[in-house]
């Protein structure tokens, strides 16, 4: 039967990171949106590694196996035995969307953008599509610089999503940096803080655009 746990997804560049909590189903998790945050202790960690070796020992073609343990690895910073297991895993079930968002994840921290972008395109793919990984989406974008597309996909976006204020914030920014109108990204910025007026983030960059008189 199908469990579900607790997670909080962490995305995005120095003191712009977004945190998503959400309740998923394993099927979703290995969702963190890029920086996956697991408090289990290092002994615990240690101990699913151990046991999911195990497993892969006993039957090399479980996938699921490969994700336990290569999110354990992820969660203990060993990125580069967690993204041998992410492929391993992926190799014997491509469509498995948790192993993409975790792929996701492990490529942001191996510095690989365009690799992490890749795999939120490949998770949304792969199963049921959600407002946090078109969220991921975006901000993949941003990371790239590839403003031009994150504002058209935004725009798109918000077609679908009018209450999203990370798509208002991601736009504004991109707008900024396309230079458009100093009206269209302010408006933007103050969507974003509106519909989000806790994110310390969102407001102090609308309050230096609104300051910088640039």
Known sequence: MPFAF??????????????????????L??????????????????????????VIEANPKDYKAYFRRGRAYFDAAQYSEADADCKSGLRINPE????WVLQANISRKLGDHRGALTSVKRAQDSG??????FELEVICLRQLRMDKECYARCTELL????????????????????????????????????LAPKNKDYRNLLNSFQSSGK
């Open 159 to 194: 077609r679908t999503y009018p209450e999203c204020a990370e798509l208002y914030f991601s736009r504004g920014l991109a707008g900024k940096s396309l230079g458009r109108s100093r009206d269209g990204v302010s408006k933007d910025l103050e969507l974003a803080v509106k």
């Open 128 to 133: 049921p599509k959600s407002l946090i990984l």
């Open 29 to 54: 998790c290995a969702f963190s949106g890029c920086s996956f945050a697991c408090a289990a202790p290092t002994a615990e960690q240690s101990a699913i590694i151990a046991e999911q070796t195990k």
């Open 96 to 99: 498995s969307q948790h192993l």
């Open 6 to 27: 607790r997670c909080v997804l962490m995305f995005g560049i120095g003191r712009s990171v977004r945190k998503f909590s959400c309740l998923v189903p394993c099927l």
